[in-house]
């Protein structure tokens, strides 16, 4: 048994019976605690379908390279003075 974070906001019909799914679980985050989540935070999530017990995991997908917009890409992160001035400090 694991501790699991509720997903809210997202739906999706079950692939085999039809029916729309809107309650769901991740275990995407460090410290799962029960809350609430919004889907944009996690990349997985899934759930039981309550009608066929069909078992859903839903995955965050990124887009191919032809659909991608400069919008999409943003600074992960920056390394300071990395080729200049290594003379001081340290
Ligand atoms: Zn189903």
């Known amino acids: 048994m694991g501790a699991f974070d509720f997903v809210r906001d997202y739906a999706a019909d079950c692939p085999k019976c ?9 275990k995407d985050n460090v410290l799962p605690y029960l809350n609430t989540v919004g889907f944009r935070t996690v990349d997985n999530f899934s759930a039981l379908c309550p009608d066929c017990k069909t078992l859903i995991f839903i995955k965050f997908r990124t887009k191919p390279p032809e659909q991608r917009e400069h919008s999409d890409y943003g600074v992960a ?3 300071y003075r990395a080729v200049e001035d290594q003379d001081d400090e340290c």
């Open 18 to 26: 039809g029916r729309q799914i809107v309650e769901w679980q991740t």
């Open 77 to 79: 992160f920056v390394v």
